[in-house]
């Protein structure tokens, strides 16, 4: 079993940016999902998966301090997460990503929230794929979105 002491390259990573770091994460994470909880689209959607929010939103923290090189505490599969959801579609991504744009520029700087939004948009372009994919729908085309 590999200890923390034996992964040194994981633990030089520096975070994608100064401004980056487990405090503003979490309230990035928080603020965010906080909207999303009161989002008349998306809150009924995540209501309905989501039975323990303190869990989950610290799932979230780590998957998001993964995703900007603070930490590797991460371990999960957000798609095999996302393709249980059944009736997700581009709409429901899209606002999402409109909700996290907001959020981001809303709780930091310009330029750690373009770094975040980056990151957020990549991912839910490659969700949006790997749903269609498991749906058997044509995969050759971007998202609109991106």
Known sequence: MMTDAARPAEQSRAPLHPAI??????????????????DTELGPIFERIISDWPTHLDTLVEFWSAVTHLGTRFRGNPMQKHLAIGAIDRHHFERWLALFRETARTVMADEPAGIFIDRAERIAYSLQRGIAFARGEDVTGRPETM
């Open 21 to 38: 770091d487990r405090a503003l994460v979490t309230t990035l994470v928080h603020t965010f999902y906080d909207r999303v909880r009161r």
